[in-house]
């Protein structure tokens, strides 16, 4: 159960151009890049993806962990990115250790989902959610503030550049109620930084790369995002097995729904030492 | 050339929820709807779209056109939208004259684009942009200011449930500056907001509909959004023929590289009486 061989392609975060404010005053502002990543599987060209492009490597095997086209990092072998000296966009070749069965059906089915833009999942990922088993979790509030906390002083692309999405992975320490920050991905997309998230989270699951902040339990588990609360976000934080999802934005009625369903914590609106809990209010320890 | 019939499916757009804020007090707040809809297409399921489900009928008919499965509104015969009575989602059933040539290889390649989703858009769409041609259009400073004014007039969703977008499109007077809202859609996806649109704007175009709001030259349009200007954004938006584009976020590096190779006008950071001008600087009149 070795993870997969990952490239370390690199590429510029953000551009400098020069725009004309109602002064008619030029500034030089930063603005995100923004560049295309078509991954093939075995050869086979399933999507692309527009990304900023910080851990393409990992947005890819989280991307393919999401659409539950593989189950574990180790199913594959390797993730080759090459942006090809282009500043517009690049390949992943995807190698797999046994191929993905049937993956013209399960790629054939398009739901274009909510979120700011048209989210993209293969059809099938909203009928098995009832199979996820979410952790009976609680979270102190003294925590959630500290996670949001740990977010303001994050030095991020946004702060530089707005116009993208974050999100970041905390554990929870239940004696000291203490939040320490795992990971932080930031990407155009608010669903590709979530799966370069679950990317991430999937290696630190294999054996061989598992790190020391990796010693978690699932039930330690804090998600934060500065997107909205959609059914995609929501399915894709309870496929990760993360408990509570906490998020700058609110929540979607079809969110709520699926959230109630699985008995996911969600909290939204959540700035400073303010926010609204929609879901698992129970489980929040004040 | 005559206007395809369409439904006029209706469903609640909010909902009211209990949460619990940070002091334990449990506080009503209302959250958008959102719902799938399935789109068949001469009895063929080209994709679910999750939606607020303002104007289902213009989301099927702005989204053929944008993703340009279909040239003008009049070659779709009907539009028929049955939310079935489900709070979960419904079926958007799309009858056309002639059919859709090579359907099936049309809608086979997908581009997971960005926004704050992964958006989507068959193959192709970033092809054939330079086919595009703009009118060269100026924008009273004036005009911007009455526009951000109008818009923060509206009555919206977004004022009473957040987590929805909205975009809307303005006729400018070149004489008199002033601006006139043509129309207004949101959505929990600002792409279903721009496509509902541009459905809006396709049956402005058919003889039979044309309202008295439509005696537009498209040099006098003005598009606001209020979400960024990532590259698909940008190239549906020239796909309307609208030559400005405003929104009250920001740009990435491929949406203003887009624009400029389009010469669309962009900007952003606009907000009251402030914004940033990223491409057509030199076309704002102060």
Chains 1, 2 share one sequence.
């Not at 999507?47 to 180790?74: D, H, R, S, W």
């Not at 090809?84 to 966009?89: K, L, R, V």
């Not at 097995?241 to 939204?268: E, H, K």
Request: with cysteine; glycine share 8%.
């Amino acid at each position: 159960m070795l993870s997969p061989y990952l490239t370390q392609a690199r590429a510029p975060l953000t551009h400098s151009i020069t725009a004309t404010n109602e002064a008619g005053e030029q500034e030089t502002v930063s603005i995100p890049a923004e560049r295309s990543l078509t991954v093939y599987v075995d050869k086979r060209e399933i999507v692309t993806l527009m990304t900023l492009g910080v851990n393409p490597e990992l947005l890819v095997l989280g991307y393919l962990l999401n659409q539950k086209l593989i189950a574990t990092a180790p199913d594959v072998e390797s993730i080759t990115v090459d942006w090809d000296g282009s500043e517009e966009g690049g390949v992943a070749a995807v190698k797999t250790h046994a191929g993905i069965a049937a993956i013209e059906a399960r790629t054939a089915r398009r739901v274009v989902t909510s979120g700011c833009g048209q989210g993209s999942i293969f059809g099938g990922l909203l009928d098995d959610i009832d199979a996820i088993k979410l952790p009976d979790a609680r979270l102190p509030q003294a925590a959630l503030f500290d996670i949001l906390s740990l977010i303001r002083q994050q030095d991020t692309t946004y702060k530089s550049s707005g116009s993208v999405h974050g999100c970041a992975l905390f554990r929870v320490d239940a004696e000291s109620k203490a939040a320490t920050l795992l990971h932080h991905v930031e990407d155009v997309g608010r669903h590709n930084a979530l799966d370069t998230l679950a990317g991430w989270m999937s290696l630190q699951a294999t054996p061989d790369k598992a790190s020391s902040t990796a010693a978690w339990n699932n039930f330690d588990l804090v998600l934060y995002t500065t997107g909205r609360l959609t059914s995609e976000m929501v399915i894709k934080s309870a496929q990760m097995g993360v408990p509570f999802v906490v998020s700058r934005s609110g929540i979607t009625q079809m969110g709520f729904d699926v959230a109630t369903r699985l008995g996911l914590g969600t909290i939204g609106r959540a700035l400073n030492t303010r926010y609204l809990c929609y879901t698992g209010a129970g489980k929040i320890e004040r």
